[in-house]
């Protein structure tokens, strides 16, 4: 239990305790650390969320507390079920969508579950906390509004694994930045408390929207700073739009 590592660890700043996380189980993949003045603790299992940070004059009990409250925000989510009108089967405008929007890479790597909405006709990308299905988004191939959220969940779109961390407006872009870390989608005009959370877990973040959004950019640059190593990159257009190998 989180707990019981917590009461056995005396960690004096500049100290880092490296574990099995007690919350996926994931071998050596947790850490709790004191760096300038704060408690840091994360699980560098993409498909995990917990991490977060506190001041160190906190009590133990607060400490404690706020590992568990991040720790088990995935496990309160309900396991999305999958709709009958989701199919494997994908017609050739959502290939073209997902060759032009580069997303077909990540898509074989296993990186992200995707479906066909047959009666909204949208590209699905699935969203999961602790590799489990919690919600969905989906993009339309035709008419309609352009993205859809399926369900109410909180959680961000991630696709990709290790510490760096591309915050992207969609979830194609995630997938389409997620050959050179982990692609993380907006999914909406701001960052959310709940992306916010996630963020902080990855030693370094980089704000990737095009220049039309640089105000929101810049916004959320100065937002994530304060918690972890940040920097924004304007682009000419959507990361999804780039060719392979330009952000690398």
Not at 8 to 18: H, N, Q
Not at 56 to 81: C, F, G
Not at 86 to 102: A, G, I, L
Request: glycine content about 8%.
């Amino acid at each position: 239990m989180i707990e019981d590592m917590i009461t056995s660890m005396m960690l004096t700043e500049g100290d880092t305790k490296r574990l099995d996380c007690p919350h996926c189980g994931g071998r050596n993949t947790f850490t709790l650390s004191i760096r300038e003045g704060k408690a840091l603790w994360n699980c560098y299992k993409a498909s995990c969320r917990a991490r977060g940070a506190t001041g160190v004059r906190s009590s133990r009990s607060d400490l404690i507390k706020r590992i568990q409250r991040t720790s088990l925000t995935s496990e309160k989510n309900m396991i999305y079920e999958k709709p009958s009108n989701f199919s494997t089967y994908f017609p050739e405008k959502m290939v073209k969508y997902m060759d032009r929007n580069h997303v077909t890479q990540a898509y074989r790597g296993g990186l992200v579950e995707l479906y066909h909405d047959i009666l909204q006709d949208r590209c699905v990308f699935v969203i999961k906390a602790s590799e489990k299905p919690v919600d969905a988004v989906g993009r339309a191939l035709g008419r309609g509004t352009k993205w859809h959220r399926y369900s109410g969940t909180r959680e961000p779109f991630l696709c990709g694994y290790g510490d760096l961390l591309y915050i992207v407006e969609d979830a194609a872009s995630a997938c389409a930045v997620s050959q050179y870390g982990v692609g993380m989608a907006l999914l909406g005009t701001s960052l959310t408390d709940r992306a916010l959370e996630v963020a902080k877990g990855y030693s370094r973040c980089v704000v990737c929207l095009d220049k039309d959004a640089s105000k929101k950019a810049l916004s959320l640059t100065m937002r994530l700073k304060q918690y972890t190593e940040t920097t924004m990159r304007l682009l000419n257009a959507d990361p999804k739009e780039y060719p392979e190998g330009v952000l690398g």
